[in-house]
């Protein structure tokens, strides 16, 4: 499906043709704040991770799921220096 995502390293958001399943996403229901991670999916571009308020999901690139241990809290520390 069609979906717009903010890419930090461009400055801007753009739409991605994006497959979220069960092989490729890790969702976390035991958010708490609307600033928390809602769920991360790999894609062949990176990694998008997406707040639980309905802002675009962001794409950061060459990192996956593996690499940050599936972990909401590591998900979520990769967005604060960006300010996102």
Not at 10 to 23: Q, S
Not at 31 to 44: A, N, S
Not at 45 to 58: D, F, Q, T, W, Y
Not at 61 to 75: G, V
Request: aromatic share 8%; proline share 4%; with cysteine.
């Amino acid at each position: 499906m069609e979906m717009t995502v903010y890419n930090p390293q461009k400055g801007r958001n753009e739409t991605l043709d994006i497959t979220i399943d069960k092989t490729n996403t890790t969702w976390f229901d035991d958010y708490l704040e609307m600033d928390d991670i809602y769920m991360i999916t790999d894609i062949d571009e990176g990694l998008l991770i997406r707040k639980a308020c309905h802002s675009n999901p962001v794409l950061i690139y060459d990192l996956t799921r593996t690499e940050i241990d599936y972990n909401q809290q590591k998900a979520k520390a990769l967005l604060v220096p960006r300010n996102i």
